[in-house]
């Protein structure tokens, strides 16, 4: 759930069963989460922000707001490009190439650009619409190699250079960019 803020933008809310009071958190990016147990009432999550106002304004690394609502935005952008772009490269390159995954999920890690579990699972960051498509395609390779091979040894990357001969060239430039917003 989401509660439109002036100060803060969107600020997320987490109901946790098991949680026994409010408490909020802020991420690296300036993004404001309040955990409260599972049925308390919006308007006690509302007091809950204006009471704590100071001091989460104390622990923002983000101090304009206006920020945070372009990065949500930004990010609200983003996600919608990649549901209509990346599931339909990753199945093109998936082909192409005589791989099969289980599914695919698209995600905004602040960290990683994409991932691959051993049940077959897919990850990949919706950021990955903000770089030039021969480093997106590098990554998506690269989490497809991760299906036949879950680690980074010599035969992974003995594959993956079949895939995309230039993956060292790509694999340099992609730590130009960062996939957070």
């Known amino acids: 759930m989401l509660i439109p803020d002036s100060d ?6 987490r109901r946790n069963a098991l949680s026994r009071s409010a408490r909020f958190s802020v991420s690296p990016t300036g ?7 599972a049925r308390t009432p919006t308007f006690l999550i509302k007091k809950f922000i204006n009471s704590s106002r100071e001091q989460i304004k ?8 206006s920020t ?13 490009r990649a549901k209509k772009y990346l599931p339909y490269r990753l199945e093109f390159l998936a082909r192409t190439h005589g791989y099969k995954y289980t599914k695919h ?18 990850s990949l960051n919706i950021a990955l619409m903000r770089l030039p498509t021969p480093l997106s395609d590098y990554v998506i390779l690269h ?7 879950m680690d980074h040894s010599s035969a992974f990357y003995a594959e ?19 996939p957070s917003l």
Do not use: N
């Open 58 to 65: 104390a622990q923002l690394p983000v101090k304009d707001p």
């Open 143 to 149: 989490e497809l190699t991760h299906l036949h091979h």
């Open 105 to 122: 999920r698209l995600s905004h890690a602040s960290t990683r650009w994409g991932s691959c579990t051993s049940a077959g699972t897919i």
């Open 8 to 13: 803060f933008g969107d600020i997320l809310v």
């Open 160 to 178: 993956l250079g079949t895939l995309d001969p230039l993956y060292r060239r790509h694999q340099k430039a992609l730590r130009l960019f960062s």
């Open 31 to 37: 993004r404001l989460t309040v955990s409260v147990p």
């Open 68 to 80: 945070q609502r372009a990065r949500d935005a930004q990010k609200k952008l983003l996600m919608a």
